[in-house]
């Protein structure tokens, strides 16, 4: 299973009409939630965006690579404020679909994204899922087009890490970071490999930066440096 659900989730189940069909789930009012979360996944159109805020880097699971956005260490959220709303411009959109979620489940050789949601916040008041007929309410309709997008997005996010893997333009590496929050110790993550850059194929490289490859993996690259913005928020 990949993209398992990130550590906000306490009671993750898969979802269900007929285990779901007369729950309520209650909006959420502020980022509460996310502050013991250290890492959320990243789909490959917030790239970018994350990375001029977050440190992001790729981690390892099951031979499959995929780029995640590092929120804090040692169980702390350090982009959270005591009021619960972030201090950053972008909030990834794991965060935004809250308290739902896409997880990728692979069996054999068949492959899916499946929706997940957080038993934890069903509320005797908020917005059903289903209706009393099993259908999905207009509410959820519109949380699963998000959820839908979110699971294409990280489709191409793990693509795009794959094919920079197989490219030799990411290494794997161990390093260590020492913050106003503690210290913490990163073991088997990967970033942009420079030097491998340098290597690829002219022809490559540019097949890279025409579907938007390298422009990504620069901004990664350089998304170490927002170790050092922890100190300033």
Same mark, same amino acid.
């Given at each position: 299973? #990949?993209?398992?659900?990130?550590s ?5 189940v898969?979802?269900?009409e =007929? ?16 502050r013991?979360?250290?890492?959320v996944?990243l789909? +490959?159109?917030?790239l970018l965006?994350?990375? #001029? ?6 981690g390892?699971? &099951?031979?499959?690579?995929f780029? +995640?956005?590092?929120?804090?260490i =040692?169980?702390?959220n ?8 972030f201090?950053? $411009? ?5 965060? #935004?679909?809250?308290? +739902? ?22 509320e005797?008041?908020?917005n059903?899922i289903? $209706?009393e =007929?099993?259908a999905e309410?207009?509410?959820f309709?519109?949380? &699963?087009?998000?959820l839908?997008q979110?699971?294409? $997005?990280y489709?191409k ?8 893997l ?6 794997l590496? =161990?390093?260590t970071?020492e913050t106003?929050?503690?210290y913490a110790?990163?073991?088997n ?9 340098k290597k ?11 579907i ?11 998304s ?6 922890w $100190?300033?928020?």
């Amino acid at each position: 299973m #990949m993209f398992s659900p990130y550590s906000a989730f306490k009671k993750p189940v898969i979802l269900e009409e =007929n285990l779901h069909k007369r729950v309520k789930v209650k909006p959420i009012s502020n980022f509460e939630f996310m502050r013991p979360v250290e890492t959320v996944p990243l789909g +490959f159109s917030e790239l970018l965006s994350a990375s #001029m805020y977050y440190p992001v880097l790729f981690g390892v699971w &099951k031979g499959n690579v995929f780029p +995640f956005a590092v929120m804090g260490i =040692n169980g702390k959220n350090v982009y959270l404020n005591e009021e619960g709303h972030f201090k950053v $411009d972008y909030i990834p959109k794991s965060v #935004m679909v809250y308290p +739902f979620g896409v997880i990728k489940q692979v069996e054999e050789s068949k492959e899916e994204f499946l929706v997940i949601v957080d038993e934890a916040c069903f509320e005797k008041e908020g917005n059903f899922i289903f $209706d009393e =007929n099993g259908a999905e309410t207009p509410y959820f309709l519109s949380v &699963k087009e998000e959820l839908t997008q979110l699971a294409l $997005d990280y489709q191409k996010a793990l693509e795009f890490a794959k094919e920079l893997l197989e490219a030799k333009a990411l290494k794997l590496i =161990n390093f260590t970071v020492e913050t106003k929050y503690g210290y913490a110790e990163f073991k088997n993550v990967l970033i942009g490999d420079l030097e491998g850059i340098k290597k690829i194929q002219p022809e490559k490289l540019y097949f890279f930066n025409a579907i938007g490859y390298l422009p990504c993996l620069y901004s990664i690259y350089f998304s170490a440096r927002n170790f050092k913005l922890w $100190d300033l928020i």
